[in-house]
């Protein structure tokens, strides 16, 4: 027999129910990157490197359910206003992040969060006031609290009263808030917290039959019940991909639930 040493993703067999869209935005240089690359590999890197849009994918196997989620990454210019668009419509849980010694990067928050609710309500044919879409803001670099732009006052009244959104000072760089980020994040998206970077074990792709395994022991994983495996050079899907992933979507109901996760 020929074992497999990097199987297909195809091989998971994830159900769509549990494939979900991470998405975040922002202006450049507010620290996006450095977010993700908190939650997929708990690092900081104090260099700066542009993003053009970097795409992840991460699967988990939480108390014996299978679960994808794709990161996006986004840039901050957004010169194809039709590609920001795409992004909105095809995520599912959205983080907004500006710096707190950035005034312009907090008022691009504002601008967001009024296209994903618009965006989203025209999709789901709902009022933009109805529309619920789990969301987080952040309030990054406040390791640099005294460079402070953005007011207190300021946020509430763009969080306040809304309850599908959150609001978080945080550090990427010190790890401060970061991890309960991600938590409320999920819990709000009703989602499984153990997909937050500090609730899992950490298990390389070669271990991938863990995925289904309902449990997983081994001496660094003291919680076999929830673990995440990051997909190495995971490849963005084509647009084509992202239509019928929306439409998938939007139709919901048994048809969807029965197909599995769109993986290309
Ligand atoms: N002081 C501080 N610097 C940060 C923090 N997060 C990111 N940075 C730095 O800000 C710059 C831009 O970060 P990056 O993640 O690439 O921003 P992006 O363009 O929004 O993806 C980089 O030099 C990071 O090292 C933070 O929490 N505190
Ligand atoms: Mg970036």
Redesign the pocket.
Known sequence: MIKKMSPSENDFDIPAKNCHRMV?L????????????RFLNER????????IEDFHRKFYSIRGDVYQLDIL?T??NHPFPAMRRLSILTGDVFIL?F?LDNRDSFQEVQRLKRQIHETKSCLRNKTKEKVDVPLVICG?????DFYREVQDEEIEKLVGGDEHCAYFE?????N?NVDQMFQTLFTMAKLPNEMSPDRHCKVSLQYCDVLHRKSFRNKRCKDGNAYGIVAPFARRPSVHSDLMYIKEKAIGGSQAKEKGCVIC
């Open positions: 975040i922002g202006s450049t240089k507010v620290g996006k990157t450095a977010i993700i690359s900081f890197d104090d260099q700066y490197t542009p993003t990454d840039s901050g992040v710096s990054n670099k406040c390791d640099r945080i550090s990427a760089k010190k401060t």
